[in-house]
């Protein structure tokens, strides 16, 4: 069954649909006019079965391919494209269905390779377990890292004077650019990760 396409101002997100699903499965459920209003489109019921057809049928597929998955060990295309997809914020059930991989099997090669953990809600103020792989205190200027603090890759910009902040924290701190938001901050080497050990997974750290 061929994918319904979307207008620009639709939302037929797999997400947004799911949330659909389940209101017109819910008590009281919700009307289909209603479920039409969710998705921003028309009042057509007979697209609007077109849509969840479509997608139950796309989700039976997936899972299908999943199965047939089940047990094999990942391939080094698969773990290279998990790190990236990751990396760059793809949620992990969009990995799982291009990969046709349960979450929990993405979910472990995470840990495996060592990737730091992303954390929606996240308070600055509260502490990140970096993975052991990403533990450092020295960076080079212009490297790539990860920003425990903000959860965000950054770039490395310069290490601070160390005779003012490794007597008084114990380790160098450095001044970084954090990627994505754009902004400068600083950040003691505790809460900054490497992430050179991916380049190991064909991973161009420049790239992510």
Not at 47 to 69: G, H, T, Y
Not at 111 to 132: A, C, Y
């Amino acid at each position: 069954m061929a994918r319904v396409k979307a207008k620009d101002y639709e939302d037929l997100s797999d997400t947004n649909i799911r949330k659909v699903i389940a209101a017109l499965n819910a008590s009281p459920a919700a009307t289909k006019k209603e479920a039409c209003e969710m998705l921003k489109i028309s009042y057509n019921t007979s697209r609007l079965n077109n849509i969840i057809e479509e997608f139950v049928a796309r989700q039976e597929n997936i899972k299908r391919l999943k199965d047939k998955k089940k047990g094999r060990p990942a391939t080094n295309d698969e773990i290279s494209y998990i790190i990236t997809e990751y990396m760059n914020g793809t949620p992990v059930y969009a990995i799982s269905d291009k990969l046709y991989r349960s979450t929990n099997f993405i979910k472990a090669i995470v840990d495996q390779v060592g990737i730091p953990q992303r954390e929606p809600g996240f308070s600055p103020l509260k502490p990140q377990l970096l993975p052991e792989s990403c533990i450092a205190e020295d960076f080079d200027n212009d490297e790539i890292a990860w920003c425990a603090q903000h959860r965000a890759k950054c770039v490395i910009k310069k290490r601070l004077d160390d005779n003012y902040y490794v007597p008084k924290y114990g380790v160098p701190c450095y001044s970084v650019y954090i990627l994505g938001d754009g902004f400068f901050s600083s950040s003691l080497a505790y809460d900054l990760g490497k992430l050179s050990h991916l380049e190991g997974y064909g991973i161009n750290l420049n790239d992510l």
